[in-house]
């Protein structure tokens, strides 16, 4: 593929959205709880399945999912495989190694298994209150 078929290949947005959400462990009705109360999982999976996502809606979604909105908007997994493809062969199997690792710290990790606690937390909060609001209704009734 040539540099200007590359230029020309439309980067899927919504899919990137799905994957990054799903890396992060994070389900639809969790991103649509972040999101806003004009929110619910069927218009996250609306959002997915959207080529071209709004740049306003897609800086609030790579705020939530703590990745750089360029991600979203540029990253072509097709691109990626090729990039890597090209890189490993089987005569040189020392394009494998990594010299320089990078290790995600452990203060990151306890920070993103908090965060996933108390969203899960205020989730249980908002069943909570509905279920009350709902006991209320039949105790009306």
Known sequence: MSDTDMQNKKIH?????KRFR?????KQEAMAFELGEEWNQ???????????????????????????AEAIENFDEEQA???IASTINNHDQSA???????F???EKL??????????????????EEMMARLENLFEKK
């Open 13 to 17: 947005q919504g899919r990137n959205i």
């Open 22 to 26: 799903e890396m992060m462990g994070i």
């Open 42 to 68: 069927k218009k996250v999976s609306l959002l997915e399945q959207k080529e071209t996502v709004e740049s306003d809606i897609v800086k609030l979604v790579a705020r939530i999912l703590k990745v750089p």
């Open 81 to 83: 495989v090729n990039v």
């Open 96 to 102: 494998v190694i990594q010299y320089n690792p990078t």
């Open 104 to 106: 995600f710290p452990v």
């Open 110 to 127: 306890i920070q993103l298994h908090e965060e996933k606690i108390m969203l899960y937390e205020r989730m249980l909060k908002e069943k």
